[in-house]
């Protein structure tokens, strides 16, 4: 009996334990990484679809069972697994890897990276924010492999040049599709944004990723996250974050003559101020202004950013103030910034609806330089600073009639900087933008496996531009005439409206080992631009008051000069689409992936409207194969590929609306004044009724990899990308009343190449809680044109550039220059047959065989963390890039002597007692021939340190009795040292040639971080 009582009690004590071991219970922790605690992370149970996402102090609260796995996956992190034991606390620690569970973007869906076709790259939150670059395409520069991101010019919140794998259009535009939140636009003016609220920034670049985009995917896409409260526990958390920073000019390597020098040079050449000093004069002048100094100026950058994240288990927002406000290093400009966001997710009890509600509004002020990258020596700043004479005094200004008395007794254009001190004082810009976007984003499980979504975007933009040219000023005093009142005042609004909805439906059904996925989708994208320009000529001292329309002069009976001259214009453009794919998945090992997509355009006409477009790709999942176990380094190997066609529908360069009106497509008439015995009569531009999108054809391989541990991992990919129905000028028979036509040609354009990511751990110590990592990416790309008709030859720039059946895109067509002739000083050519000349006809030019689009380019780096402490730092690279050096040009110019500074080296010039020199003869008889030979065409190949960053992260235990939850410091710069041959003040340019362009600065700063 005391057996069996036994047996029976030790039953029930098992049955017990076992019944306490499958009670659930609430489960909670802290996930972090080297840095810190790591919002967003999600966490799962191991089977099922319990899951939540940690809150911004890396906390998550999860209901859990005694033996469950929960799975925590991070972007950019290694997963990690814990299983539940009878402690209801649980904390992890991330390590960085490939982690082929995180998300990634497949078109206008999401699938792990293990599922993936698609080439892409993604760059996080952590790399994007606190970087004091007010458009975050900068912050994005070196980061991506096969993407050539380039500033252009150092004004605050100008737009960023962006070329993914290629130029693949000769005169069409080549910009990406930009997808905010899901709200495909080519809106591609960021200073209205604030980088901070951006969680990932994503580019596609395959056949595969961009084919659902159609007739806009072409030139590569463009996906931008932004940021979104995770579902949990109610709770509000707060981050503020702050940053003061100061900016500088990076110093040229030009060697600008000294007032001395400059005078010694005139006086050699007879011309100027110094052909009227005696040596002893020039030898005591002890004025040497430095103009560069005076132009440009220390800047200063101020930001704050302030967010809050509400969660609950069906409800969360995220809220986001941010102020910003950049000096520009070059004096009147600057930018000032005003961003609030709101973003909300939901979904109800059984989760079977979700929705998503992104609004965002952003005000800024823009204050630029005009007239940059011309010689228009009374309003470039930059032309002002770079070469006036060092001699001239900055006191000579006193007001505007000084600065024209100035002009008016000074030889020919010495003026130059007092001219442009007066516009300093009068002259005023400002742009104002109004930028406001809504993306939502609807679905419904109809049933586990069906699911209808729906997506309603728009975006408006308003934009206020005017300037003043003040009334007395000097240019108003110059340009008078027999007008009453001077000066002028432009006024230009701007109005933008994007909309966009899409309809989707999505089936998934899984099989025993097979996993199909089908969805279809319409969607309708409506774009209009409507426009009032306005100038004013003529105002009133003392009356008159900037952007307000006080001290207009009125229009007289007898002086038409002073009636408003006004334009407007009201654009659109419409686009249609029906697309859908179909993929398939079986035993996570092989995927295959096929789309189609029909779009229409409104740009078009009749039947040239619409076209198709289509990818196919798969995947094998090399890893998952039995043959594969005994391979242990190995942890991921995913084979790739993908083949496919996109188009372009912006064939005409420039903005979204560039081509539309006149269309391209239509014969255009106008009239036409004195066209014959002073009559009017009527010109035509023919059109091509015929006009269609180019089309892009690409496929793509590529191998994703992670060895040791996830100690080493990386992508490799090798791509084909021919762009054909070039839009360019055809000759045509003159029967027809003209002797060309542009049109869709039979030229191709083709982009090969090959990119490369990788990052190593070369310390991996989790017991020191150290970790260093080395990460570096880099692409190849060859553009090679085909198939001109003709001589093969497409000519541009007044013939410096041709574009060439074998050849790149706009390659300089030059003399080759081969030195100074040491007989006369005269300069000396190549002709065809390799032999020296100094009167080389056009038969000797050729292709110089370069670019101004870098051949190899890239980025490296390493990132540090040990205990808190933490550093990292960013290189860009381009090489194999070259532009002519127009500045340097200038500064060898002998027409400038006399006008403008020029460089120390003239004092070397040729003379007949100076022959072992490579200045030429001031009076040699062929100077002019420099401009259309390769004499200054210079490489353009760098490496720049892009950003260095050292912080540290408080512990956790020095925070315990504060309202904080995480507080952390850093230091970092922004274009600290760039290692190059090139001469000017910034080698980064996406331009063919420079002339005095706005130079981009070197930026130090501060900043703190708090979460609480």
């Known amino acids: 009996m005391r057996l069996k009582f036994k047996w029976i009690y030790t039953l029930l004590l098992a049955l017990s334990m076992q019944f306490s071991f499958a009670q659930e219970k609430t489960v909670s922790g802290v996930v972090s990484d080297g840095t810190g605690p790591v919002p967003g992370v999600n966490v799962i149970v191991k089977g099922t679809k319990n899951g939540v996402q940690t809150d911004f102090d890396g906390k998550y609260a999860i209901k859990a069972k005694v033996g469950d796995v929960l799975i925590f996956s991070f972007v950019g992190m290694n997963d990690s697994k814990a299983t539940v034991g009878t402690s209801n606390q649980i904390n992890v620690k991330l390590q960085s890897g490939v982690n082929l569970k995180e998300v990634v973007v497949q078109g206008y869906r999401t699938v792990t990276k293990k599922q993936a076709v698609v080439s892409d790259a993604t760059v996080s939150s952590k790399t994007i924010e606190n970087r004091p670059n007010a458009n975050v395409m900068n912050t994005l520069q070196g980061q991506l492999a096969g993407v050539n991101i380039t500033a252009s010019t150092g004004q605050p919140g100008a737009k960023s040049t962006v070329i993914i794998r290629g130029v693949g259009t000769i005169t069409g535009n080549s910009d990406p599709l930009y997808v905010i939140d899901g709200f495909p636009s080519n809106s591609d003016n960021f200073r209205s944004i604030n980088p901070n609220d951006i969680e990932s920034t994503s580019v596609l670049k395959d056949a595969a990723a961009i084919a659902e985009y159609g007739n806009r995917g072409s030139n ?25 920073g100061v900016g500088e000019l990076q110093n040229p390597k030009y060697e600008y003559a000294t007032a001395q020098q400059l005078l010694k040079i005139e006086k050699a050449r007879g011309a100027g ?50 102020y910003f406000e950049q000096e520009g290093i070059l004096s ?213 008051v900037p952007n307000t329309g006080a001290g207009y002069a009125a229009d007289t009976a007898a002086d038409d000069f002073h009636v408003p001259q006004i334009s407007a214009s009201n654009l659109r453009n419409d686009l249609i689409s029906y697309f859908g794919n179909i993929e398939y ?43 594969m176990d005994n391979l242990t380094f190995i942890d991921v190997l995913k084979l790739r590929g993908s083949y496919g066609t996109v188009g372009n529908q912006r064939v005409v360069g420039g903005s979204v609306f560039a081509g539309i009106t006149p269309p391209a497509f239509a014969d255009i008439y106008s009239i036409a004044n004195n066209t014959y015995n002073g009559g009017t009569g009527y010109g035509i531009s023919f059109g091509y009724p015929a006009l269609q999108w180019e089309i892009t054809t690409q496929w793509n391989s590529g191998l994703d990899f992670e060895l040791f541990r996830g100690r080493l991992r990386g992508s490799v990919d090798y791509y084909n990308r021919a762009t054909s129905k070039q839009f360019l000028s055809n000759p045509v028979t003159s029967t027809s009343g003209t002797s060309s036509l542009t049109q869709n040609v039979d030229v191709t354009v083709t982009n090969k190449g090959l990119e490369l990511s990788l990052a190593y751990d070369l310390i991996r110590n989790n017991e020191n809680d150290m970790k260093l990592t080395i990460r570096a990416n880099g692409s190849k790309n060859k553009n090679v044109v085909s198939d001109i008709a003709g001589t093969g030859e497409i000519f541009a720039g007044s013939g410096l550039y041709v574009t060439r059946n074998g050849g790149s895109i706009n390659e300089p067509f030059v003399f080759n220059y081969l030195g100074v002739n040491p007989l006369n000083g005269r300069l000396l050519f190549e002709d065809k047959n390799g032999n ?71 004092l070397n010039a040729w003379t007949a007692t100076n022959t072992k020199t490579n200045v030429p003869s001031t009076s040699a008889s062929n100077l002019g021939l420099s401009g259309t030979s390769n004499r200054f065409l210079r490489d353009a190949s760098y490496i720049r340190m892009r950003n260095i960053q050292v912080g540290y992260n408080f512990p956790q235990k020095f925070l315990k009795n504060t309202f904080m939850s995480a507080l952390s410091f850093s230091l970092q710069g922004e274009n600290l040292f760039t290692f190059t041959k090139w001469q000017g003040f910034d080698v980064e340019s996406s331009r063919t040639l420079d002339v005095y362009q706005y130079p981009t600065p070197r930026l130090v700063t501060f900043g703190v971080d708090i979460k609480f």
């Open 220 to 244: 590569g896409v463009i996906v931008i996250k932004t940021k979104k409260a995770q579902f949990g526990e109610s709770k509000t958390t707060f981050r503020y974050s702050s940053q003061y």
């Open 273 to 322: 101020k110094g052909a009227t000093l005696t040596d002893a004069q020039i030898n005591t002048w002890d004025i040497n202004t430095d103009w560069v100094d005076y132009f440009f100026k220390q800047s200063n950058t101020t930001s704050h950013n302030l967010s809050v994240e509400n969660s609950s288990q069906n409800v969360a927002s995220f809220t986001s103030l941010g």
């Open 332 to 544: 009147t400009t600057g930018l000032k910034r005003f961003t609030l966001r709101n973003n909300i997710n939901g979904k109800s009890t059984n989760t079977k609806f979700k929705y998503q509600i992104n609004s965002s509004f952003g005000f800024s002020k823009n204050n630029e330089a005009t007239s940059l990258g011309e010689g228009a020596i009374n309003r470039n700043y930059v032309l002002g600073a770079f070469i006036s004479a060092p001699y001239v005094s900055p006191s000579v200004y006193t007001n505007p009639r000084s600065a024209l008395n100035y002009y008016n007794t000074t030889p020919g254009l010495l003026a130059t900087p007092i001219m442009l001190i007066d516009k300093l004082q009068q002259y005023k810009n400002q742009t104002d933008e109004i930028r406001v976007d809504v993306a939502s984003d609807f679905s419904y499980d109809v049933t586990k496996d069906l699911t209808f979504r729906t997506r309603l975007n728009g975006q408006y933009l308003d934009t206020r531009f005017f300037q003043s040219e003040f009334p007395n000023s000097f240019n108003g005093l110059l340009f008078a005439g027999t007008a009453l009142y001077n000066g002028f005042e432009d006024i230009n609004a701007r109005r933008e409206w994007y909309f966009n909805n899409l309809w989707q439906v999505n089936y998934t059904k899984e099989y025993r080992d097979h996993t199909f996925n089908a969805n279809a989708n319409i969607e309708y994208n409506h774009s209009r631009t409507y426009n009032n320009n306005f100038r004013q000529r003529g105002l009133i001292e003392g009356v008159f």
């Open 585 to 627: 998945d079986y035993k996570s090992k092989y995927g295959l992936l096929g789309t189609f997509r029909r779009d229409g355009s409104s740009r078009f006409i009749d039947a040239q409207q619409w076209g198709n477009f289509w990818s196919a790709g798969g995947r094998w999942n090399i890893d998952e194969e039995a043959f």
């Open 836 to 906: 020296p000349t100094e009167s080389p006809v056009q038969a000797d030019k050729k292709a110089a065989g370069v670019n101004s689009i870098p051949v190899y380019q890239g980025g490296f780096g390493f990132d540090f963390s040990y205990k808190g402490f933490y550093a990292s730092t960013l290189f860009t690279y381009a090489f194999e890039v070259s532009r002519f050096d127009s500045d340097l040009s200038n500064l060898y110019s002998v027409g400038n002597i006399g006008q403008f500074n020029v460089g120390a080296d003239m």
